[in-house]
């Protein structure tokens, strides 16, 4: 019965892979919340896997030892990474047992979802002692039913969460960011009508049509009646299913487009039978043509900054919208309009407050120098997780660019790879920029020329620079010459220097805020005479934890490149990008 139940879970984990049954707008929906202390088992040899745990569905353990016990164990708080909630837990990567009881009564006729925002990186999701499935990928949202599993009175819920490096993972064995492992965003206990709404989307289309499409699921999806309002446009619709539960409806309007400068949101509500689910959204187009991006139809110059996931003053996964409010709320007092959410998709709340403060959002999933570009399973989670980034941000007016790489190798496998993850993504959304960070070109005495084959494949090339770090004297930078063998916008994705906050030293001492001013001085002056220069993401907003940077006294394991430290305080080099964009937004008005 076992091995049934477990095969059942896979194939239910490979239907997943489009994402087509996700729920849409879960913080929007009726729910209890998971979230808070949860008990949790540290288990480096995986050990819990063979053993029957004491309260695992709420009876005594056969196994009289009690090993596994979760009501004397440890408690993690969640959402939350384990690393930074116990000094112990701080380098660990393994495997660890959350576990949470929580009183449920079932409501007459309502279906329950169980709704995890992200787990890093596998997660097996157990309630009441059955497996409901697995879910790999630690940034995307997964969703199992309950209905079933759920008791009235006292429920038990298991997850076993493990964040070991996989040679065949995304990301795979190295990244310089912190491998934060555990349950790092919210647990929703989601409820719903037995015939429910369960995605839809809303599409602002050149010349002034918004197309809108819904999905109805459950017992009876076909010729249901839902009732689409957008009341600031006077949109009041009624849609019927058809036999496979969907239903789309186009008409003209004249919404106020979303811009920076501008952000107008739409209310919307969608409504079948005695449920509503209301929304936010936002109507703009984006394009390119040659070598300018248009938003709206209008060329726009993209100030932007790029943001890790951490929290603001501390390091630590960030994940709620308070944290979303102050990284974002310092991108807008740097002067950007954009913002390059490396390297894996961030949290809702992000998106959500993006989309609110007029910031145009580039979005990514962590494929990551040098994954197994010649594994097909590897080319299919590549797919997954990109799937369940798209259906949860389809609807937020900021996305403008879906990114699918950061620094590949310039291999022939790597590029029919992640050409086959383009044209995918395009199927899927045509109405947004396809994009990746390029680290590879051909070097001249003079310069440098943008001529790899996977640069002709994006709509818009990012280019990650570090002269006058990694290579070069900053000096020689200023003088670079840019080629680029494609007619095609393209944004500098990262370029920086580290600096110890307050370090003292003259503008020759590496890793001082003088020598991060001399890199940033002389790139700018590189980025004004660069041509087709889009738009602009230095790297990165905040120094941030990264095991691949231990010198001890300066780095301590944080990587230094942030414009603030890594509690948050500005560094000089703050002040000359503040100043560069006021100038950039003068030029581009
Ligand atoms: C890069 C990577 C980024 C690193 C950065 C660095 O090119 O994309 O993830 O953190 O360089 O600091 O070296």
Redesign the pocket.
């Known amino acids: 019965m076992k091995s049934v139940i477990v095969a059942l879970s896979v194939l239910f984990f490979a239907s997943q892979s489009l994402a087509l049954d996700l729920l849409q707008n879960a913080p929007g929906r009726q729910q209890t919340s998971l979230n808070g202390q949860w008990n949790a088992i540290v288990d480096p040899f995986d050990v819990g896997d063979k053993r029957k745990f004491q309260n695992f569905d709420g009876t005594p353990p056969a196994d009289k030892l009690q090993e596994f016990n979760f009501d004397s164990a440890m408690k993690l708080s969640v959402p939350g990474d384990w690393n930074t909630q116990d000094d112990k837990l701080f380098w660990y990567e393994g495997s660890v047992w959350y576990e949470k009881s929580f009183e449920h009564q079932a409501k007459p006729g309502k279906e329950y979802m169980l709704y995890f925002d992200a787990v890093n990186y596998l997660a097996s999701v157990y309630l009441n002692g059955t497996l409901l499935g697995k879910h790999e990928g630690g940034f995307t949202p997964f969703q199992f039913k309950a209905t079933d599993a759920l008791k009235d009175g006292k429920n038990v819920l298991v997850v076993k969460v493990n964040n070991r490096r996989e040679p065949d993972f995304i990301p795979t064995m190295s990244?310089?960011?912190w491998n934060y492992g555990g349950i790092t965003r919210p647990v929703r206990l989601i409820e719903l009508s037995p015939t429910y709404i369960q995605d839809y989307s809303f599409t602002y289309k050149k010349g002034g049509t918004i197309a809108v499409s819904v999905t109805v699921a459950g017992e009876s999806p076909a010729k249901q009646k839902v009732d689409i309002a957008l009341p600031q446009l006077g949109i009041s619709k009624r849609l019927t299913t058809d036999a496979t539960g969907k239903a789309s409806l186009t008409f003209k309007a004249k919404p106020e487009l979303w811009t920076p400068e501008s952000p107008t949101l739409y209310s919307a509500s969608l409504t079948l039978g005695d449920q509503t689910l209301t929304d936010k959204t936002g109507f703009r187009t984006i394009e390119v043509d040659g070598d300018k991006m248009l938003l709206n139809g209008k060329p726009v110059f993209l100030r932007g900054i790029a943001i890790h996931e951490e929290k603001p003053f501390s390091d630590g996964r960030a994940w709620s919208e308070e944290e979303a409010r102050v990284l974002l709320g310092w991108a807008k007092e740097l002067g950007s309009n954009y913002v390059r959410f490396?390297?894996y998709p961030h949290n809702e709340n992000m998106l959500r407050v993006a989309d609110e403060l007029g910031l145009m959002v580039w979005a990514e999933i962590p494929v990551?120098w040098d994954i197994q570009f010649d594994n097909p399973e590897v080319l299919a989670k590549a797919k997954q997780q990109f799937g369940e980034m798209l259906f949860r941000d389809k609807n937020r007016a900021a996305v403008i660019l879906w990114s699918i790489a950061?620094?590949t190798p310039n291999t022939e496998v790597r590029t029919s790879f992640l050409t086959e993850l383009a044209n995918t993504v395009r199927t899927t959304d045509p109405t947004r920029l396809v994009t990746a960070?390029i680290?590879t070109q051909t070097t001249t005495d003079s310069g440098r020329i943008i001529d790899e084959a996977f640069a002709g494949v994006v709509d818009v090339i990012g280019i990650?620079s570090?002269c006058g770090w990694?290579y070069d004297k900053p000096e020689t930078c200023a003088q670079y010459k840019w080629q680029s063998a494609y007619n095609k916008p393209i944004i500098i994705s990262?370029f920086?220097a580290?600096a110890l906050q307050g370090w003292e030293g003259d503008e020759n001492t590496f890793f001082s805020e003088a020598y991060q001013l001399r890199v940033f001085k002389q790139n700018l002056i590189m980025l004004d005479n660069m041509p087709h220069l889009a738009g602009v993401s230095p790297?990165l907003l905040k120094d941030f934890r990264?095991a691949r940077r231990p010198l001890a006294g300066v780095q301590d394991y944080w990587?230094r490149?942030g414009l603030l430290s890594d509690q948050g305080i500005k560094k000089q080099v703050w002040y000359l990008m503040q100043d560069w964009y006021a100038k950039k937004e003068r030029e581009h008005q």
């Open positions: 990244t310089d960011w490396a390297h990551y950061n620094e960070a680290n990650n570090y990694y990262e920086g580290g790297w990264a990587n490149k």
